[in-house]
């Protein structure tokens, strides 16, 4: 693979050379907040929309919650596993950085000294889209757009192939996707004890909501059990 990286007329090379192009043609502020969001920020975004999505699940409650919420532990634990899976085939591909092979790319980040395939940031992001889907599809979608952002990215600040990112997405996808019956298996059982627990359970359930349940049901005791008192004293 890192044979195909050297010859200049192949589409991933030429894609390569038309995307991070964008990047001379750019004015320099924008090609600082490129850098910044292909490195960092969309990494930052997908964090805060698995939050937000946690929050909205454990708001809106119902019986599914604990389903959902192990969907969004996945997710996470997911991009970790499809990292440490890339760990091995980076060693075995040993594909170097485009800008090692190729002349004239305009590099946004420096001190890029490990192998290019798969891209870890094109892993993580969409592992984190898919396990997204998997518990709401709305926030998946999103997610998921994040994760095609996130590739573009990675080619445009030319630390990257295009066929890097296209690897990313495919092993998050398969670590996502594959292994959740496993996951989810194994979480909600465990996200329905939480769930369940005094101290833990607003992790799946918002305690306010919880607490109007069990208003509406004391009220009711009460007043059954009032009304015989108020005819006694009554009579």
Excluded at 27 to 50: I, K, N, Q
Excluded at 229 to 235: C, K, Y
Aim: proline content about 5%.
């Amino acid at each position: 693979m890192a044979g195909l990286a050297e010859s200049g007329s192949n589409p991933d090379v030429d894609l390569l050379y038309d995307i991070n192009g964008l990047a001379k043609d750019a004015p320099h502020w924008f090609d600082r907040v490129m850098e910044y969001v292909g490195e960092y920020g969309l990494l930052v975004a997908m964090v805060l929309l698995v939050l937000w999505c946690w929050w909205s699940v454990r708001r809106r409650g119902g019986q599914d919650a604990p389903a959902s919420v192990a969907a969004l532990v996945w997710a996470p634990l997911a991009a970790a596993l499809a990292v440490l899976v890339n760990v091995p085939i980076r060693g075995f591909v040993e594909r170097p950085r485009p800008f090692r092979t190729h002349q004239g790319l305009d590099v946004l980040v420096s001190g890029k000294t490990d192998y290019s395939f798969v891209s870890d940031h094109a892993t993580i992001t969409m592992a984190l889209g898919v396990g997204l889907f998997v518990a709401n599809r709305k926030f998946g979608l999103v997610g998921i757009g994040l994760a095609l952002l996130e590739g573009f990215c990675r080619v445009y600040m030319g630390v990257h192939y295009p066929t890097d990112v296209v690897g990313g997405f495919a092993l998050g996808t398969a670590v996502a996707l594959l292994l959740s019956p496993v996951a989810m298996a194994l979480l909600t059982p465990l996200m329905t004890a939480v769930g369940r627990s005094d101290r833990g359970g607003w992790l799946v359930r918002s305690r306010s909501r919880s607490a109007l349940k069990r208003d509406a049901v004391i009220p009711g005791a009460q007043a059954e059990t009032a009304g015989p008192e108020e005819r006694d004293l009554a009579a």
